[in-house]
């Protein structure tokens, strides 16, 4: 509770990060909006794409089945990694399989959830995140502040600072300049890496492929330049069909930064095919449980699965305008965080981040798959109220019960409500 | 707060309508009487009977939100028994409005002798803007008050019940206002209950972005629906030293020049 309280407190008194954040969700947040508004079938394809997320998350045991067999038919490997333990292990044994020196990385959140980047280091491995804010989030050995814009809590000026430190140019803070400097360095760690290793945003079973988006086209030479190529992908992350698919993808543009599409989408459905131009010799696809089946056993946290990391309602969120990402204290942070971590990493442990929201529901407008996070949250704070077995949560405050079971007490008769009114004057003169 | 001039009121319509039944909303009921009286006073002018019952407390929310969903239950099982028989209930929060009408049902989702009632009475229970527009179809009031106005939209009251031009048109129908919008109405003040207690610093400063944008619009008067929001912005208000008011809707509707 005090760190998310200190964390919360930092932010709000660093005038350039309030800055940052607010024109965060002026351009984004509003952007978003605009952009479900500007959809050919009518801002209503949200509900749709609810129910096509809910139906998926409903059958995922066949659609990951699928996608497995569709995978290998095109003679990529797949593996089920029951923990984040098992995934780490399965990446560190394909990357001693082909004597892999040198990684690069394109933006994946999950990889930032199962602590991929420290055990391969630990291996002697060069790991090099390649999408640009990943990057600065490396160098600065930081961890990113928001799901799409992951070094937003930085200022040009430390970019400055950091890159003539750890690149030995000379200080600037011209963001072009500093974007040329950071692509001179990354294209030798493209050309020079064995695996690239990414997340997906989303698979399609039908087909078998996954996609991944991007806009500065790092993904793509992750994918394609070295010789290995290893997906991780949270196992809720499946559409069924290619037209479902389609939609969600639309939408996942538009959630995350008011854009009709990307601009750059890989469809990767397996190695390089005889005849082929470019292309890995090996794919890996990674699908991770870590905590997802349990949420999926409970009907009233399932809804979160529908979740395609867009980072939409971090943009609206009010509360995460003023305190930013890191006082999360966790991967996934704003209000998808709210849920998803407590859920994930343990309820107790992250009490704070579902009690220090509003409730106010801009999330839920601005998510492109119109998921219920207040509803999700109310959930929660109620598992803390009571404490919950299934979940191993204990009651967060026995006085905070106390208190209630005072106050409905008091509310269930006017005279003790009467006094209640008198005391709550003295609160609030 | 401003006083309210309803002694220059005339009736400005008769309905010959059957009486409504009003839920105060606590803060209304406790910190802001002139709220329960001006609420009184718009249905007085219409020709409205309002039945007051002497019993009501709270509809639960404040435990519900913390989580504390039995003494949340207690609370609304009490205000299922109270207000269960009134043919239509109208209260000046938009937040309680939304407590009942959507989440009683979830409340009670297990309670076969309370579930079938809240949903009924969710169906039954209007917020006063919503009320006065959607069923009455009551747009002016015939108040008056000459000074720019800014409406803060409430979280539950747009996002929960969808209210969004129904006290904009009322608000723009009183004589001699001028509604000017700001920027981000729509944007959380804050306040959010245990919230504003829970996290002071936060809601400080989510308040703060929302006190800057009711001055940059140039407004003398911060209307809203809902007394939490007012209470959380008039207090940043005073804080920075501002003179600009809060008034809930009611009030307005209720002034003459």
Same mark, same amino acid.
């Given at each position: 509770?005090?760190?998310?309280?200190?964390?919360?407190?930092?932010?709000?008194?660093?005038?350039?990060?309030?800055?940052?954040?607010?024109?965060?969700?002026?351009?984004?947040?509003?952007?978003?909006?605009?952009?479900?508004?500007?959809?050919?079938?009518?801002?209503? +394809? %949200?509900? =749709?794409?609810?129910?096509?997320? !809910?139906?998926?998350?409903?059958?995922?045991?066949?659609?990951? $089945? #699928?996608?497995?067999?569709?995978?290998?038919?095109?003679?990529?490997?797949?593996?089920?990694?029951?923990?984040?333990?098992?995934?780490?292990?399965?990446?560190?044994?394909?990357?001693?399989?082909?004597?892999?020196?040198?990684?690069?990385?394109?933006?994946?959140?999950?990889?930032?959830?199962?602590?991929?980047?420290?055990?391969?280091?630990a291996?002697?491995?060069?790991?090099?995140?390649?999408?640009?804010?990943?990057?600065?989030?490396?160098?600065?050995?930081?961890?990113?502040?928001?799901?799409?814009?992951?070094?937003?809590?930085?200022?040009?000026?430390?970019?400055?600072t950091?890159?003539?430190?750890?690149?030995?140019i000379?200080?600037?803070?011209?963001?072009?300049?500093l974007?040329?400097?950071?692509?001179?360095? +990354? %294209?030798? =760690?493209?050309?020079?890496?064995? !695996?690239?290793?990414?997340?997906?945003?989303?698979?399609?079973? $039908? #087909?078998?492929?996954?996609?991944?988006?991007?806009?500065?086209?790092?993904?793509?030479?992750?994918?394609?330049?070295?010789?290995?190529?290893?997906?991780?992908?949270?196992?809720e992350?499946?559409?069924?069909?290619?037209?479902?698919?389609?939609?969600?993808?639309?939408?996942?543009a538009?959630?995350?930064?008011?854009?009709?599409?990307?601009?750059?989408?890989?469809?990767?459905?397996?190695?390089?095919?005889?005849?082929?131009?470019?292309?890995?010799?090996?794919?890996?696809?990674?699908?991770?449980?870590?905590?997802?089946?349990?949420?999926?056993?409970?009907?009233?946290?399932?809804?979160?699965?529908?979740?395609?990391?867009?980072?939409?309602?971090?943009?609206?969120?009010?509360?995460?305008?003023?305190?930013?990402?890191?006082?999360?204290?966790?991967?996934?942070?704003g209000?998808?965080?709210?849920?998803?971590?407590?859920?994930?990493?343990?309820?107790?442990?992250?009490?704070?981040?579902?009690q220090?929201?509003?409730?106010?529901?801009?999330?839920?407008?601005?998510?492109?798959?119109?998921?219920?996070?207040?509803?999700?949250l109310?959930?929660?704070?109620?598992?803390?109220?009571?404490?919950?077995a299934?979940?191993?949560?204990?009651?967060?405050?026995?006085?905070?019960?106390?208190?209630?079971?005072?106050?409905?007490?008091?509310?269930?008769?006017?005279?003790?409500?009467?006094?209640?009114?008198?005391?709550?004057?003295?609160?609030?003169? | 707060?401003?006083?309210?001039?309803?002694?220059?009121?005339?009736?400005?319509?008769?309905?010959?309508?059957?009486?409504?039944?009003?839920?105060?909303?606590?803060?209304?009921?406790?910190?802001?009487?002139?709220?329960?009286?001006?609420?009184?006073?718009?249905?007085?002018?219409?020709?409205?009977?309002?039945?007051?019952?002497?019993?009501?407390?709270?509809?639960?929310?404040?435990?519900?939100?913390?989580?504390?969903?039995?003494?949340?239950?207690?609370?609304?099982?009490?205000?299922?028994?109270?207000?269960?028989?009134?043919?239509?209930?109208?209260?000046?929060?938009?937040?309680?409005?939304?407590?009942?009408?959507?989440?009683?049902?979830?409340?009670?989702?297990?309670?076969?002798?309370?579930?079938?009632?809240?949903?009924?009475?969710?169906?039954?229970?209007?917020?006063?803007?919503?009320?006065?527009?959607?069923?009455?179809?009551?747009?002016?009031?015939g108040?008056?008050?000459?000074?720019?106005?800014?409406?803060?939209?409430?979280?539950?009251?747009?996002?929960?019940?969808?209210?969004?031009?129904?006290?904009?048109?009322?608000?723009?129908?009183?004589?001699?206002?001028?509604?000017?919008?700001?920027?981000?109405?729509?944007?959380?003040?804050?306040?959010?209950?245990?919230?504003?207690?829970?996290?002071?610093?936060?809601?400080?400063?989510?308040?703060?972005?929302?006190?800057?944008?009711?001055?940059?619009s140039?407004?003398?008067?911060?209307?809203?629906?809902?007394?939490?929001?007012?209470?959380?912005i008039?207090?940043?208000?005073?804080?920075?030293?501002?003179?600009?008011?809060?008034?809930?809707?009611?009030?307005l509707?209720?002034?003459?020049?």
């Open positions: 509770m005090q760190s998310y309280i200190d964390e919360a407190e930092k932010a709000i008194s660093n005038p350039v990060l309030q800055t940052a954040l607010a024109n965060l969700q002026e351009r984004l947040g509003k952007g978003a909006a605009a952009a479900y508004r500007n959809l050919p079938e009518g801002p209503g +394809l %949200r509900l =749709k794409a609810h129910d096509i997320r !809910m139906q998926a998350i409903n059958s995922l045991d066949v659609l990951l $089945e #699928t996608l497995a067999e569709r995978v290998e038919k095109n003679g990529g490997e797949v593996i089920f990694a029951d923990d984040a333990a098992a995934a780490v292990s399965a990446c560190r044994e394909i990357a001693r399989k082909h004597g892999v020196r040198a990684v690069v990385k394109g933006k994946s959140m999950v990889s930032d959830e199962i602590g991929l980047n420290d055990a391969l280091s291996d002697g491995i060069e790991v090099t995140e390649t999408d640009l804010g990943e990057y600065i989030i490396q160098l600065a050995a930081e961890h990113p502040s928001h799901i799409i814009a992951p070094a937003i809590h930085k200022t040009r000026d430390e970019i400055g950091l890159f003539t430190e750890k690149l030995g000379s200080y600037t803070n011209d963001p072009p300049t974007t040329r400097e950071a692509r001179k360095s +990354l %294209r030798e =760690k493209f050309l020079a890496a064995d !695996m690239g290793i990414t997340g997906c945003n989303l698979a399609c079973s $039908e #087909t078998g492929h996954i996609a991944l988006l991007s806009n500065e086209g790092n993904i793509r030479m992750s994918t394609t330049l070295p010789r290995v190529h290893v997906a991780i992908m949270g196992m992350r499946v559409a069924a069909t290619l037209s479902d698919h389609d939609i969600l993808l639309r939408l996942l538009r959630g995350a930064a008011g854009q009709k599409m990307a601009g750059y989408v890989s469809h990767i459905s397996g190695p390089r095919q005889p005849g082929h131009a470019d292309g890995p010799d090996h794919y890996y696809l990674i699908i991770l449980d870590n905590g997802r089946s349990r949420i999926l056993a409970d009907e009233r946290f399932r809804e979160i699965l529908c979740c395609i990391r867009c980072g939409g309602c971090l943009n609206v969120c009010p509360v995460y305008a003023k305190i930013g990402g890191h006082a999360y204290g966790a991967t996934y942070c209000p998808v965080g709210a849920v998803v971590t407590p859920l994930l990493s343990g309820v107790g442990r992250f009490s704070h981040l579902c220090g929201e509003t409730l106010c529901g801009a999330c839920k407008d601005a998510c492109p798959v119109n998921i219920d996070i207040p509803r999700m109310l959930e929660l704070r109620s598992m803390l109220a009571d404490g919950d299934s979940w191993q949560v204990r009651r967060n405050s026995l006085l905070e019960k106390a208190g209630w079971m005072i106050w409905s007490w008091m509310m269930q008769d006017r005279r003790r409500y009467e006094i209640g009114v008198k005391l709550m004057k003295r609160i609030f003169p | 707060m401003q006083q309210t001039a309803a002694t220059h009121c005339r009736p400005v319509l008769v309905f010959p309508e059957r009486p409504v039944t009003l839920f105060v909303q606590c803060l209304a009921d406790s910190l802001y009487p002139d709220v329960k009286k001006a609420v009184e006073k718009i249905f007085d002018r219409l020709g409205i009977d309002v039945i007051c019952p002497k019993d009501q407390t709270c509809c639960g929310q404040p435990a519900f939100n913390a989580g504390y969903r039995k003494e949340a239950g207690k609370t609304a099982a009490r205000f299922i028994e109270i207000f269960g028989n009134a043919e239509t209930i109208v209260c000046p929060s938009g937040s309680c409005v939304n407590m009942v009408r959507h989440h009683y049902p979830l409340l009670f989702k297990n309670d076969p002798k309370y579930h079938a009632k809240a949903v009924d009475l969710g169906r039954r229970i209007f917020e006063l803007t919503e009320f006065l527009v959607d069923v009455l179809t009551v747009t002016d009031l108040a008056a008050f000459s000074g720019r106005v800014t409406y803060h939209d409430s979280c539950h009251l747009l996002r929960g019940l969808s209210v969004r031009t129904q006290p904009r048109r009322l608000i723009q129908n009183v004589k001699g206002v001028v509604l000017v919008e700001m920027k981000d109405s729509d944007r959380c003040c804050g306040f959010g209950g245990s919230f504003f207690l829970k996290y002071p610093d936060i809601s400080r400063a989510m308040a703060a972005d929302k006190v800057r944008n009711i001055v940059d140039g407004a003398d008067v911060v209307v809203g629906c809902d007394m939490g929001c007012l209470m959380r008039q207090k940043q208000l005073i804080r920075i030293g501002s003179d600009i008011k809060t008034l809930h809707i009611a009030q509707l209720t002034m003459a020049g």
